[in-house]
């Protein structure tokens, strides 16, 4: 079992930065796929960064170039540094651990960008 919990979100104005944490707690951190997700209110949840346990990152085609994935297996989290912040990134946050057969979530951590 892992639990998850999201912190540093809040408001922002445009053009600026913000850095989320996601602290997991339980065995074996490090052999999980960490993944950052975000829902929009009326939008379905979408993938915005993952990092595998390898340390091989993706990011949404809207994020790139703004936002930085990272990963410390001694303190379980995995961070999420964004910047450039455009009101579009408005939207509440989500940590997620993924290995075969597993899937866990965090609670969601809001971000709002104000223009």
């Known amino acids: 079992q892992v639990q998850l919990v999201e912190s540093g979100g809040g408001l922002v104005q445009a053009g600026g930065s913000l850095r989320l944490s996601c602290a997991a707690s339980g065995s074996f951190f490090s052999i999980y796929t960490m993944g950052w997700y975000r829902q929009a209110p009326g939008k379905q949840r979408e993938l915005v960064a993952g990092i595998d346990r390898g340390g091989i990152t993706n990011y949404a085609d809207s994020v790139k170039g703004r936002f930085t994935i990272s990963r410390d297996n001694a303190k379980n989290t995995v961070y999420l540094q964004m910047n450039s912040l455009k009101p579009e990134d408005t939207a509440v946050y989500y940590c997620?651990?993924?290995?075969?057969?597993?899937?866990?979530w965090g609670q969601g951590t809001q971000v709002t960008v104000s223009s």
């Open positions: 997620n651990a993924l290995l075969v057969g597993l899937n866990y």
